[in-house]
């Protein structure tokens, strides 16, 4: 029988890190590839604003694409975080409200981030006395490239994982799963005990310094700690595909194959959020949950199910709309 011999996650999340020296002196270890994927998405959205004038298909141009972007990156950042502790981390808000503004621990929720962008949609509408539907169609065809760029940031990052499987040979091996160990089991805390036994041997004691040299690819500590990790599903690619590349197809193709006048204002919306939502709710099936079920079910998966009740009935209501208008 032949043992897979599977790849132990070593990618580290920092794309420039900075000199310790000049760490100490911002306050700021380097730039992360989690914060390059939201400026590649803001840029690639910026982008497919201009082209999209150019080949009028958006009636958005010069300085009114700068006024939209500003929105939607507020109503990213902002809905992302607040999404991150309300949604998933509450019980932290609670105890340490501060927390919402250390950004550079890390947290941040799509979900939050759609809510964000929907409300600076409605902001943004009203002080242009612009349609929300008509400029929602427009946003949802130029965000999925984000949703994919910070998929591939999560699996850069080595978090939100998939389940363990060893039915799959592109599973992953992620040493960040030491930190979710139950030492207060007693089986898990002697087979921590018994890890760093092994890899003091190389001079690391602590989680940090094996992180370190695993991505500096220190093969005898990569070599130990890999019996101990599971392999898991690169679910951060699956949603990546799934939740930002199929999406962005799809809309892409719905924007330049139909004509402006047979595209009702929010149908595309509409099209987006049940797509994100479905796409959601059947990669959550190959991911480790990162906070309790609600329902049985993941909190991802129990958030979509209200985007897609939402994405129906817009489509639904821009039907019966249309239907009563033909002539």
Known sequence: MTVLAYWVHDLSPFLIRFPEGLEKAIHLPGIRWYG???????????????RYHTKGRSPYEGE???????FLILGVLVGGRLGFFLFYKFENLLTDPLIIFRVWEGGMASHGGLVGVFVALVWYSRITRQSVLAVGDIVVTVSPPGIFFGRIANF??????????E?????????????EWNLN????????????SKLSEFGVTTYGQAVVAIQ??????IQTIAPYLSPRHPSQLYAAFLEGLI?????QWRLWR???EKLSAGRLSGEFLCLYAVFRIFDEIFREPDAELIAGITRGQFYSIFLLAGGIALIAWIRRKDSTQAP
């Open 36 to 50: 390059m994927a939201y400026l590649a998405g803001f840029v690639t959205a910026y982008l497919l604003l201009r």
């Open 64 to 70: 009114q694409i700068l006024n939209l972007m500003t």
């Open 156 to 165: 850069i990052n080595g978090e939100l994982y998939g389940e363990k499987t």
């Open 167 to 179: 039915q799959v040979p592109w599973a992953c091996k992620f040493p960040s799963e030491i930190r």
């Open 185 to 196: 089991d007693p089986d898990v805390a002697v087979r921590h005990h018994d890890l760093f």
């Open 216 to 221: 500096a690819g220190h093969e005898q500590v």
């Open 247 to 251: 999406p962005f197809l799809y809309l």
């Open 258 to 260: 139909s004509a402006p």
